[in-house]
């Protein structure tokens, strides 16, 4: 409906910290009259500029037929928006983080004025609860207690059900060996198909399967109750540390 101009959107506009606007402003000044772009499309350009995003900046070029990499105008502006946010603290590590949280405002505000709650507190004990499980003070510890909880039902819960199943097969392979011998079953024939075979695959099943059973419905439930994004929220910072997000 879009490419058949019988839709036209108005995209609501994001207003977003006061060193970033000014910085956009000036590569969107740019990207307008260097290269004709229309506002919004400067503006979503101009951020990507800002992160330091090659690959899409690349297939930009591409598909717009634009030299955004190579042009002096451009260049000399982006020297000077990088100088003017690291003088905000602003950076790579965390201009994606003041991106997200002045959409995520926007948000906010829109789904205010469009949405009515018949209890506007029904989000407070969640709150409450988050400010308890996603504390500095509280959250590893308490997850650490959750993990340790988990993995101590799943190491020594799983060795009952465990036994129980080994002996269970290993009476069968018992009576496996009665049949094979009632039937006359070659020695070489009853040793691969039982001793072989048969106690391998008991022998796994029998070690696998209760740790399995136990711990992946733990996780599940911890999942359905919201816990699992919560310990992601709180290790977050680390693995940022540790370079695995980016």
Not at 63 to 78: R, T
Not at 130 to 146: A, E, N, R, V, W
Not at 234 to 244: P, R, T, V, W, Y
Request: charged share 20%.
């Amino acid at each position: 409906m879009y490419v058949l101009g019988k839709i036209n959107p108005t995209p609501k506009k994001i207003t977003y910290a006061r060193a970033i606007e000014n910085s956009l402003s000036k590569l969107t000044h740019v990207l307008e009259s260097e290269f004709s772009l229309s506002t919004n499309l400067s503006r979503w350009i101009g951020l990507k500029i800002i992160d330091g995003e090659e690959k899409i900046l690349q297939s930009i070029e591409e598909n717009l037929g634009i030299d955004l990499l190579n042009n002096e105008a451009l260049e000399d502006i982006k020297n000077i928006v990088r100088i003017e946010l690291q003088e905000n603290n602003i950076s790579q590590n965390n201009f994606k983080d003041l991106i997200v949280s002045s959409i995520m405002h926007k948000s906010e505000t829109i789904c205010g004025k469009v949405c009515a709650f018949e209890d506007e507190n029904y989000s407070n004990q969640d709150r409450k609860i988050d400010k308890i499980l996603t504390s500095k003070k509280f959250g590893i510890p308490i997850m650490i207690l959750f993990l340790g909880i988990i993995f101590w039902l799943t190491i020594v819960g799983s060795n009952y059900p465990s036994q129980v199943l080994f002996a269970m097969f290993a009476w069968l392979q018992e009576k496996l060996f009665w049949v094979a011998d009632f039937f006359h079953c070659p020695d070489w024939l009853s040793s691969m198909l039982i001793s072989g075979i048969y106690q391998t695959l008991t022998w796994i099943v029998s070690v696998m399967l209760p740790p399995m059973a136990i711990f992946f419905p733990l996780f599940t439930i911890l999942e359905d109750l919201g816990y699992l994004p919560r310990i992601a929220f709180n290790m977050d910072g680390l693995f940022k540390k540790c370079c695995c997000t980016r």
